[in-house]
């Protein structure tokens, strides 16, 4: 199974988010966020959810955001991108 971590830190990467900068629009310290996109903290429901207003995402479109988490859809696409 994916870890959304995953793809949230795919998603700070595609954007160019700076972590501080992002810590201060979910009002949280970035050593959080730092702890939670390297998997050294949990992230909790209402952090998801904070992190989907900063995002203007929903936790659907996060848990399914491409090339983030390395399940069965990266290996299919790594594949097809190797023919």
Same mark, same amino acid.
């Given at each position: 199974?994916?870890?959304?971590?995953?793809?949230?830190?795919?998603?700070? /990467?595609?954007? #160019?988010? %700076?972590? !501080?900068?992002? !810590?201060?629009? %979910?009002?949280?310290?970035? %050593?959080?966020?730092? #702890?939670?996109?390297? *998997?050294?903290?949990?992230?909790? +429901?209402? /952090? =998801?959810? @904070?992190? @989907?207003? +900063? =995002?203007?995402?929903?936790?659907? /479109?996060?848990?399914?955001?491409? #090339? #983030? !988490? *390395?399940?069965? !859809?990266? /290996?299919?696409?790594?594949?097809?991108?190797?023919?």
């Amino acid at each position: 199974m994916s870890d959304i971590r995953d793809n949230l830190r795919q998603i700070f /990467e595609d954007r #160019g988010l %700076v972590q !501080a900068k992002f !810590a201060k629009r %979910v009002e949280m310290t970035p %050593v959080q966020i730092s #702890g939670i996109l390297n *998997k050294k903290r949990r992230l909790e +429901a209402n /952090e =998801l959810f @904070c992190f @989907c207003d +900063a =995002l203007n995402m929903s936790p659907k /479109e996060i848990q399914e955001y491409p #090339g #983030g !988490a *390395k399940g069965p !859809a990266m /290996e299919n696409r790594k594949e097809t991108e190797d023919e």
